[in-house]
C-alpha cells in the first residue's frame, strides 16, 4: 500500500461533536485489541468521557473523507498538581489507515503541543509487549522502556504483558536572558 502523506488527511482538534465518530472507531476491530477498550460495547458508553473538554488535555483527530480515521490524545493522569508536568497518551487509527503514516503524524502534532505550548515535561504509556507497530513508533519518537509489567491486560483470552514507556521533554523551555 502506499504510504499517505499529510494530503491524506487532515489533522484537528477533536470537538465534542466528534465524540460518536470517535467512539466507533475506538471499539473497531483491528483498533480496540491494542487499547484498553472492549469489544461490543456500546457507542455511548464513551461518549461521556469524549465530550468533555479539558484545558489541560489536547484531543486530535485525523479526517478523511468526512470521517475520523484517527485520534490522539495526552491527558492529565491524576488531579495531583504534582504531576501537572505529566500527560499520558492514547492513540488509535483505523484498520484501513494503520501502516500509513497518520499515526507518526498524530503524535508529532500531540509532541509539539506539549513540548512548545502546554509545558509538559513527561509523556508517558502503555503498551501491550506484542504490539510492535505501536512500540516502533515510540521508540523512534525518543520514548524509552522504563519496566514490563506482567499480566497487565487480558487481550483475546490470555493474559498478555505491557511495557511502560515514557518520553522526557529533550529540551525542556528556559527563560530568554
Ligand atoms: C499503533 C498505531 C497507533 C500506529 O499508527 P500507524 O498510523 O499505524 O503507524 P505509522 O504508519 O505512523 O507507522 C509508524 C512507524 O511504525 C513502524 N511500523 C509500521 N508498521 C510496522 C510493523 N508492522 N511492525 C513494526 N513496525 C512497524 C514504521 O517504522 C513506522 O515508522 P516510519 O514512519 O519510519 O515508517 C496504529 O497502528 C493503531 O492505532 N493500532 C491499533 C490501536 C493501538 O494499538 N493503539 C496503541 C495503543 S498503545
Redesign the pocket.
Known amino acids: 500500500m502506499d504510504?499517505?502523506d499529510s494530503r491524506d488527511f487532515l489533522i484537528r482538534a477533536a470537538e465534542p461533536d466528534d465524540a460518536p465518530a470517535i467512539s466507533a472507531l475506538l471499539g473497531r476491530d483491528?483498533?480496540?485489541?491494542?487499547?484498553l477498550q472492549m469489544p461490543d460495547m456500546p457507542v455511548v458508553s464513551r461518549i461521556e468521557f469524549l465530550q468533555r473538554v479539558d484545558p489541560h488535555s489536547c484531543r486530535l483527530v485525523a479526517i478523511s473523507g468526512g470521517e475520523v480515521v484517527?485520534m490522539?490524545g495526552l491527558h492529565t493522569q491524576q488531579p495531583s498538581l504534582r504531576r501537572s508536568h505529566v500527560r499520558g497518551?492514547?492513540?488509535?487509527?483505523?484498520?484501513e489507515?494503520?501502516?500509513?503514516?497518520?499515526?507518526?503524524?498524530?503524535?508529532n502534532r500531540l509532541l509539539d503541543w506539549a513540548d512548545q505550548w502546554a509545558g509538559v515535561l513527561r509523556v508517558e504509556?502503555?503498551?501491550?509487549v506484542d504490539?510492535?507497530?505501536?512500540?516502533?513508533?515510540?521508540r523512534?519518537l525518543g520514548f524509552l522502556e522504563e519496566g514490563r509489567h506482567k499480566a497487565y491486560a487480558l487481550k483475546n483470552g490470555r493474559y498478555v504483558d505491557s511495557i511502560s514507556m515514557a518520553r522526557l521533554h529533550p529540551n525542556p523551555p528556559r527563560m530568554e536572558d
Open positions: 504510504r499517505a483491528g483498533t480496540f485489541e491494542g487499547t484517527g490522539a497518551l492514547g492513540i488509535a487509527i483505523a484498520p489507515w494503520q501502516g500509513r503514516g497518520a499515526g507518526r503524524q498524530l503524535m504509556l502503555w503498551v501491550h504490539n510492535e507497530r505501536a512500540i516502533a513508533l515510540y523512534s
